[in-house]
């Protein structure tokens, strides 16, 4: 793909052997959500030097994302993202707290909303109509914005999203990127300013 297409590549790794492999070809180095609390993986991944998006996982307050950033920091690597997905509360639908945008911004790292996969609904298959509520995605992307913390969104798109081999059910359609990324913008720019003049803090 970066030969290719000519773009950074990020993706997660799952192994601390994986590593080694890895941050000879990503530009950004995933910890995957279910993994975020794994010490050994969080360590090698910290110890490559390379960016590293940390991915909270749906199991953890936003509180608890210092204690994954300060193990990163403490092998000297400050090139931190920290990416929000949604909280389970006891079902299987993922709520995306908005006050964690805030909470996490406190760590000082940029901060990412994964506007797909905040949509899944796990126990049914990605592949399942049922499996993620597509629909849902503008409306979460226009409120996470508007709370002025977020710096980036990390969106899926398919060409034929119900065709996609992996999170079909939450795949952004491709010929509807331009717009939702047009508004997005608007309303980053906003929400900057927004907490430039109503600063209650």
Known sequence: MKKEIGVPVLSDVHTPQEVDYAKDILDIIQLPAFLSMQTSLTLKIAKTGKPVNVKK????????????????????????????RGTFFGYHN???????????????????????????????PSSDPKGGFREFIPLLIRSALATGYVDALFLEVHENPPCAKCDASTQWPIEKLEPILEMAKDIYNKGKEFIKKYNFE
């Open 57 to 84: 996982g749906q199991f953890l307050a936003p509180q608890d994302v210092k204690k994954i950033v300060a193990k990163i920091e403490r092998q000297n690597n400050k090139n931190i993202l920290i990416t929000e």
């Open 94 to 124: 993922l709520i995306v707290d908005m006050r964690s945008f805030q909470i996490l911004n406190e760590n000082g790292y940029p901060i990412v909303f994964d506007a797909g996969h905040s949509v899944r609904n796990y126990g049914i």
